[in-house]
């Protein structure tokens, strides 16, 4: 009997399961088997059996009852095995069997518990097992639990669970003949993992990857009919995976890949139970491509699909939320389109239906869904104009924000959407408090367990203008002290995830040193796992990067328990206010923050309160304007038509800048600022720190030069700061460092790169620096002016002079680089490295503090990357220089600071480089080649 139930169900698989009659005989004889053989061993065997084909007949036939008795059987057969004191390869098997069977069932009741009882059931297959286990059972295991835990990643949103599976993937092709026919099922596996990777990290790579190995099983699959069932799930996923591809890039032929491919499973699937989960995906992809395409065929379309999955699937708890919210987003659609309250109301009624489903259950991620229904009440109220709808809007939306088991980015669109929102019917509170909700979760989307790349991509497609909108939105309800705070959170994210790793350890050490010790060690671990070795198998890399994403989980922990000692509270918490006005203790900063609803000027005063100066005439739209004026002019050519050009077009934005609100500022600077002079420049300091594009223009030389007014540069000695912790960090880095420690500088020249113009005048500059009275100076030319020969001397050196080529990337800015010798020395390589007693750097090459319009918030420049390796106040070029200008930089610069004889000060470093400008200006050198050169820092 128990051979006849096998065979009809192998038969059952063998024919493609597109009737039941093999599956339902199979029944028939595994329960007969099952009542006959209680006296007998086979006993148990014969319930595990029977388990399987009922598991089997569920997949054919979708009814709730066969998977619910499947489990029932299988957790009796797991009873009976646990109690014995070691386990044969049949019960092993079996075990695997049952996990199986509980993977499944939450196609049924959509229960989180269910995929973790299948790992644990994977996992006790594989407890006590010696190799050889045998070589197919042993992979046969790591590929169910792969499975397992990939379905676990996708529900829960845990990379962790993703990284398990994908070891386990590897484990399992460790084990499975190369050319064998299961080989298939890993390639599988090892597709779904790398999609589950690709949707939470975004690398290039994991999408490549899945994309291959799905490709790979379908060919085939194509020779070999048996594995027909996995053909569909492998066009299932290729569809999510570019889908994904869409939702990252907005490529349009990423969703028509989808669609393509999403239909391709649809025609070969057999499953009843998967079959209206793929027809409510297909719909979705469809209103994917409307929104692209306005095609009201897709959207019509969309929600035909949606409906008949919905309608097969009446008594299924599994993932019905996500069918319920597609056909809303789909009936939304059409009410935009075509203004039937009857769809908009339908809609809410569907959203309601698809939160309420799993109230029970926390780890279902309601962001979508609450956005989605915020959305539906927001498109209500503009036809209703009742006050119900629009409370119901903002709520939701600030439901969706809060939503804990969401995933970030989900929760960052629900903050804004409500934000915006709010702002729009006037209620300006509600919008802070939506904005304020996004920027908090910002650190959190540049997680450490992602390199530097990832993170940075992460924030592209999430921070953009947050911050500067959330500050605008709180300097519009009167909170000036919460906007500062916002900016400081909201911007340089990348950076100061970096700058969390080198904490300081000293008092924290004193009050538990066993967890500053690990987190010391797990923050050195994460910086060095930042790198990529060209020699890494796919494997070796994938087990790097799982190593990276647990370091970073178990550092999250242990800052958790710091923040359980008294006094440690806010351990890595964003700075608070009564802090940030600290960095303004040796003169005024501006804050010039520019948004679409509104920009002003924040300045933070030494002594008094902070002032906020209105700015109606520097709109978005204007600075917006100016900074694509300046692109377009820097890429002209630099002869004498192109000089003069430049010149004119910089003239007329400092002009601009001027009137548009910086002439004011300079008044109420001059108005507050003491009589007294700063140092022999007869000039105060005043630090300027400006947000989104305005980052690409130089506020520092703003005003009215061809009409004989002055400007910023005639009043004050300006310096710029890319975040107010920033300046802190330099501050106290000054005021503790060693005094005993003898002056040492670093001068590296390297001016001739392939395919470059010859630097002729760097020569001639390092001329000038050994002629000055700066004393040991290590020179590093030529050929010796290697990527390592830098990294090598830079840590023992506190100055640094630099003369070379700079590489800019408007794309990539992590790829913004010195050109040594031997190739680029990176920005992303800069930033690892730990340069304790660093203090200044003069970087005499193009580009090495120019932004870019990539995320400008973010300070992705060389000048910038200096800062967080070490130093604490860098000069760097907003656009390219002139060769010839370095030699008469050099020798203006550190003769002023060498005029009394004493050691190099690097807080007097702004007014050297004031000087040497001014020099400049004097003997008629034009705005386009002195006023790229900037001071940031202390």
């Not at 097969?312 to 075509?338: E, F, M, W």
């Not at 006050?387 to 809007?393: I, P, Q, Y």
């Amino acid at each position: 009997m128990l051979w006849l139930a096998t065979v009809y169900r192998v038969r059952h698989s063998a024919r493609g399961k597109m009737d039941g009659e093999d599956i339902c005989a199979a029944e028939k004889f595994g329960r007969r088997a099952m009542d006959l053989s209680h006296n007998f061993r086979c006993h148990n065997l014969a319930v595990s059996t029977l388990s399987c084909i009922l598991q089997e007949r569920y997949y054919w036939s979708g009814t709730v009852d066969d998977i619910r008795e499947a489990v029932r059987l299988g957790e009796r057969y797991a009873l009976a095995v646990v109690e014995k004191p070691w386990l044969c390869n049949m019960d092993r098997w079996q075990l695997t069997n049952i996990g199986n069977t509980c993977n499944v069932m939450v196609l049924a009741d959509g229960r989180l518990e269910n995929f973790r009882k299948s790992a644990g059931y994977h996992r006790l297959a594989l407890s006590g097992a010696t190799y050889p286990l045998g070589r197919l059972l042993y992979g046969h295991v790591h590929l169910c639990l792969s499975t397992a835990l990939s379905n676990l990643a996708e529900e829960s949103g845990d990379p962790r669970d993703a990284d398990d599976a994908l070891l386990s993937s590897f484990q399992a092709s460790d084990h499975y003949p190369a050319d064998g026919p299961h080989r298939t099922m890993v390639l599988h596996s090892l597709g779904a993992c790398n999609w589950l990777l690709y949707a939470h990290n975004g690398e290039e790579k994991n999408f490549k990857a899945a994309v291959s190995y799905f490709q790979q099983v379908i060919e085939a699959c194509k020779v070999v009919d048996v594995m027909k069932r996995l053909m569909s799930q492998c066009y299932r996923y290729l569809s999510t995976t570019y889908a994904e591809k869409f939702t990252q890039t907005g490529l349009a032929s990423a969703i028509d890949h989808a669609i393509n491919f999403g239909q391709l499973g649809l025609d070969i699937e057999f499953s009843e139970a998967h079959k209206p989960y793929q027809l409510s995906m297909q719909g979705e992809l469809l209103l994917k491509r409307y929104d692209v395409t306005g095609n009201i065929e897709d959207m019509e379309r969309s929600i035909s699909l949606t409906e008949t999955a919905l309608a097969s699937t009446v008594n299924s708890r599994y993932q019905r939320h996500i069918l319920l919210g597609r056909n809303a987003a789909s009936l939304a659609r059409r009410y935009r389109a075509a203004g039937s309250p009857k769809d908009i109301d339908c809609c809410i009624k569907t959203l309601k239906e698809a939160l309420q489903l799993y109230e029970d259950l926390s780890h279902i991620r309601r962001s979508p869904f609450l956005a989605e229904l915020g959305a539906a009440y927001q498109a209500r109220f503009y036809n209703s104009k009742n006050n119900e709808d629009l409370d119901a809007a903002i709520y939701n939306y600030h439901l969706g924000a809060e939503d804990t088991a969401g995933a970030l980015k989900d929760r960052i669109h629900a903050a804004v959407a409500g934000a915006k929102f709010a702002y729009e019917v006037g209620r300006h509170s509600d919008s802070a408090r939506s904005y304020d909700s996004a920027v908090s979760l910002l650190p959190r989307l540049a997680w450490l367990g992602l390199t530097t790349r990832s993170r940075h991509k992460r924030l592209i497609g999430s921070a953009g203008q947050l911050a500067c909108d959330a500050a605008a939105m709180s300097i519009a309800i009167g909170n000036h002290e919460r906007a500062v705070e916002l900016l400081e959170e909201g911007r340089s994210v990348l950076w100061r995830s970096v700058l969390d790793l080198r904490f300081d350890t000293h008092e924290l050490s004193e009050a538990n040193s066993s967890l500053t010790n690990e987190l010391l060690s797990i923050g050195k671990a994460l910086e060095h796992d930042d790198s990529v070795s060209p020699s890494e198998s796919i494997m070796q890399e994938e087990q790097r990067s799982a190593r990276r994403r647990k370091l970073a989980a178990r550092w999250d922990e242990l800052v958790l328990d710091i923040r359980q000692l008294p006094g440690y509270e806010s351990f890595l918490r964003p700075v608070p206010f009564h802090r940030l006005r600290q960095a303004a203790k040796n003169g005024p900063i501006v804050i010039i923050n520019v948004s679409k609803y509104r920009t002003d000027a924040l300045i933070l005063w030494p002594n008094q309160p902070m002032d906020c100066i209105h700015l109606p005439e520097l709109t978005y739209d204007a600075v917006n304007s100016l900074a694509y004026a300046w692109r377009t002019a820097l890429s002209c050519t630099k002869d004498n038509h192109g000089s003069e050009y430049l010149d004119r077009v910089l003239l007329d934005i400092c002009g601009r800048l001027w009137e548009g609100g910086l002439s004011r500022i300079a008044l109420a600077l001059q108005n507050h600022l003491p009589p007294t002079t700063h140092g022999n420049s007869g000039l105060p300091r005043v630090w300027w720190l400006p947000t989104g594009l305005l980052n690409l223009l130089p506020i520092h030389c703003a005003g009215k030069y061809n009409v004989d007014g002055s400007g910023i540069c005639d009043l004050f000695v300006s310096s710029y700061t890319s975040t107010l912790c920033a300046l802190l960090s330099g501050q106290m880095k000054a005021a503790t460092k060693a005094s005993d420690l003898p002056f040492k500088m670093l001068a590296i020249a390297q001016p001739s790169v392939s395919g470059l113009a010859f630097l002729k005048h760097a020569e001639d500059e390092m001329r000038e620096l050994a002629s000055s009275n700066l004393s040991s100076t290590t020179f590093v030319t030529g050929d010796d002016a290697t990527t390592a020969r830098f990294s090598q001397e830079v840590v023992q050196h506190q100055w640094l002079h630099c003369c070379c080529h700079g590489r800019w990337n408007a794309v990539n800015p992590l790829e913004i680089a010195f050109r040594m010798s031997d190739g680029n020395l990176s920005l992303s390589s800069l930033v690892q490295m730990r340069l304790p007693n660093a203090e200044f750097a003069l970087l005499s090459a193009c580009h090495t503090a120019r932004y870019t319009a990539v995320l400008p918030d973010e300070s992705t420049h060389l000048a910038a990357g200096m800062q967080v390796a070490g130093f604490q106040a860098v000069i760097g070029t907003q656009w390219g220089m002139t060769d010839r200008d370095g030699p008469a930089l050099t020798r203006l610069f550190y003769d002023y600071l060498t005029r009394d004889g004493q050691r190099p000060d690097v807080s007097r470093t702004a007014e050297a480089l004031h000087f040497a400008l001014r020099q400049f200006r004097a003997h008629n050198v034009p705005l386009w080649r002195w006023a790229l050169f900037v001071h940031i820092g202390i």
